[in-house]
């Protein structure tokens, strides 16, 4: 896993009848891969536990986005958005992601789950390929990673805002009226 995998530019789709789920530590680090992640990822169960989920990050996927992803469940709450990722072989998937932290018996986070699954292309096409091609171009704007993220963050806040929803209500209800 030390090479540096290269987007081929083909995308996997995966059935809407599957569900990917892994969990993370509280680094996010992999403690669990369903059978589907590995499968459409690319790798074995063995090779991604203890792995950072950024394993599967695709380049084209904005960072400001996982910022947001990360304050979000780190503040112990849950979150829905469109991810496109990188499998192994690097062809890339689009996913549609439930993200939330999960709990010990005294409320303490220790750890966070994801289930993603298929999400609508039309959505994907007419509303998030342009929404974070944007994001990412303005990201790309700025030599300093730190700025490059909080401009994109920016970018990504004002732009959810301009539609009166918060980031996660957006997501799901896009997914939702496909």
């Given at each position: 896993?030390?090479?540096?995998?290269?987007?081929?530019?083909?995308?996997?789709?995966?059935?809407?009848?599957?569900?990917?789920?892994?969990?993370?530590?509280?680094?996010?680090?992999?403690?669990?891969?369903?059978?589907?992640?590995c499968r459409i990822a690319g790798y074995t169960e063995a090779e991604?536990?203890?792995?950072?989920?950024?394993?599967?990050?695709?380049?084209?996927?904005?960072?400001?986005?996982?910022?947001?992803?990360?304050?979000?469940?780190?503040?112990?709450?849950?979150?829905?958005?469109?991810?496109?990722?990188?499998?192994?072989?690097?062809?890339?998937?689009?996913?549609?992601?439930?993200?939330?932290?999960?709990?010990?018996?005294?409320?303490?986070?220790?750890?966070?789950?994801?289930?993603r699954r298929a999400p609508d292309r039309g959505v994907i096409e007419?509303?998030?390929?342009?929404?974070?091609?944007?994001?990412?171009?303005?990201?790309?704007?700025?030599?300093?990673?730190?700025?490059?993220?909080?401009?994109?963050?920016?970018?990504?806040?004002?732009?959810?805002?301009?539609?009166?929803?918060?980031?996660?209500?957006?997501?799901?209800?896009?997914?939702?009226?496909?």
């Open positions: 896993m030390a090479s540096k995998i290269l987007p081929t530019g083909k995308e996997v789709i995966f059935p809407a009848r599957e569900l990917i789920v892994s969990k993370t530590d509280l680094k996010g680090r992999i403690t669990y891969a369903n059978r589907t992640f991604l536990l203890g792995q950072p989920h950024s394993i599967i990050r695709h380049p084209d996927m904005p960072r400001a986005v996982f910022r947001l992803i990360w304050e979000t469940i780190a503040a112990g709450q849950e979150i829905f958005g469109y991810v496109t990722n990188m499998a192994r072989s690097g062809d890339h998937y689009w996913v549609f992601a439930h993200v939330t932290p999960s709990f010990d018996n005294s409320g303490k986070i220790i750890g966070y789950h994801s289930n007419t509303a998030i390929v342009p929404l974070y091609a944007e994001v990412l171009r303005i990201e790309q704007s700025h030599a300093n990673g730190k700025d490059a993220v909080e401009a994109g963050y920016q970018a990504l806040v004002d732009f959810v805002a301009s539609k009166k929803v918060s980031y996660d209500e957006l997501m799901f209800a896009l997914q939702s009226a496909a």
